[in-house]
């Protein structure tokens, strides 16, 4: 039994059912015309409660099925997806003086990146389609993810990655079978193309917000947070943002739980962007509806994005939920890698740490009360993007010959107290 009545435009309220059109709303295009996926909440209250969620021992994000657009459950792949750690920190608490933060790390994912959670939805739907190839234009981790779900599905698979893309992410996809297309341009160039050649040749398109099925992969992030937290939502969620499908993916998480009674209150959403390319934090900060396209620049390669694909949602999502968006320098967030490692012992790719960045500046700000309850999201790995973070390091390994006493010449203060 499957519970996906249908999908509704977010801009005209048009509802479609499923099996409609794959992409954006044809009236209002691709950037206004997202469309957000619709439930049969009722039945879905019978199948998850407190009760059947504490007995269910798929520890991975399909515990959360009934709320999920699955409707041929054989064809999801056998990757663990999902149900990451939530990690308490007294070492940040004490760094700000709050007294309960917590690090959701998602790196832990089986492409080491929360991206697994859309692309083990999306596969799903591919299959569920009948396609035999497939495409995706990413910064990275969206298409690495998706290459790993579609080599097992054995799909054909063709990539569109910007010029600027990791050689961590490249290999990853590469290994993983995919044909990956190097675009002359940024990822929104690459974007642009990838959506030209699924249009014209038929090819499932896993791109991200104008796909509607990637947020409700995303969405379970928020579910297995209020879950890890005994069912009291957290007070603050920061979330690093590039196109905003993970944000507002986690906002219709935490409000279909809500809806559903399982939890008693909801979150404020902050949005993390690196300031080089913050075109969601300019638009809220001008309280315009639709974000200017700028030229992203910025480390964090997986949030470098100048036309953010889900910003009707993500700008949504930030007002509903009474949250906001917040920008951070390169600088800032190349100290938080080097904090969060040394803090929470977990090893973020730039975009992964802009999250916490984002939550030090609010912290110093006092925009975070005492007692508020903090979850900060860590998207993707450190390995991958080694160049980046290797910037977040002073340090180099000190050269010494096999001979103790050099040992104890180049580390002198390890003898002194
Ligand atoms: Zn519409």
Known sequence: MHTLLGLKCVSCGREFTPDEIDYTCPACGPLTGTREVLYDYRAISKLLTRK??????EFSHWRYLPLLPVLQPEKIQPLSVGWTPLYRSPQLENQWGLERVWIKDDSRNPTASLKDRASSVAV???????????????????????????????????IFVPQNAPRPKIAQLLLFGATVLKVNGNYDDAFDLCCRAAE????????TAINP??????????????????????????????????????????????????????????????????????????????CEPLQPRTIADSISV????????????????????????????????????????????????????GLKKLAAQGACGRQD?????????????????????SRQPLQVENDLEDVAEKIPSFFHC
Not at 139 to 146: I, V
Not at 214 to 231: D, P
Not at 275 to 280: H, I, K, T, V
Not at 373 to 392: E, N
Request: glycine fraction near 12%.
């Open 306 to 357: 100048g036309v953010p694909r889900d910003q009707v949602k993500a700008l949504k999502a930030a007002r509903e939920s009474g949250g906001r968006f917040t920008a951070v320098s390169d600088e800032e967030i190349l100290s938080a890698i080097s904090l969060l490692a040394r803090s929470a012992g977990v090893f973020a790719e730039p975009a992964g740490a802009a999250a916490l960045a």
């Open 124 to 158: 799903v739907k591919a299959l569920e389609k009948g396609v035999g190839t497939v495409t995706a234009a990413s910064t990275g981790n969206a298409a690495s993810s998706w290459s790993a779900f579609t080599a097992l599905a054995g799909l054909k698979t063709a």
């Open 213 to 290: 099925y990637l947020g409700e992969g995303k969405k379970t992030a928020a579910l297995e947070i209020c879950e890890q937290l005994n069912w009291e939502a957290p007070d603050y969620v920061f979330v690093s943002v590039g196109d905003g499908c993970i944000f507002q993916g986690m906002w219709k998480g935490f409000k279909e739980f809500y809806q559903l009674g399982l939890i008693e209150r909801l979150p404020k959403m902050i949005g993390v962007q690196a300031q080089g390319s913050a075109p969601l934090v300019r638009a809220w900060e001008s309280r315009a509806e639709r």
């Open 52 to 57: 059947t969620l504490a007995q269910n021992r």
């Open 200 to 207: 014209k040749w038929g090819w499932y398109n896993r791109s």
């Open 373 to 393: 309850r903090v979850v900060v999201v860590v998207t993707g790995h450190g390995l991958k993007d080694i160049d980046g973070v290797m910037q977040a390091v």
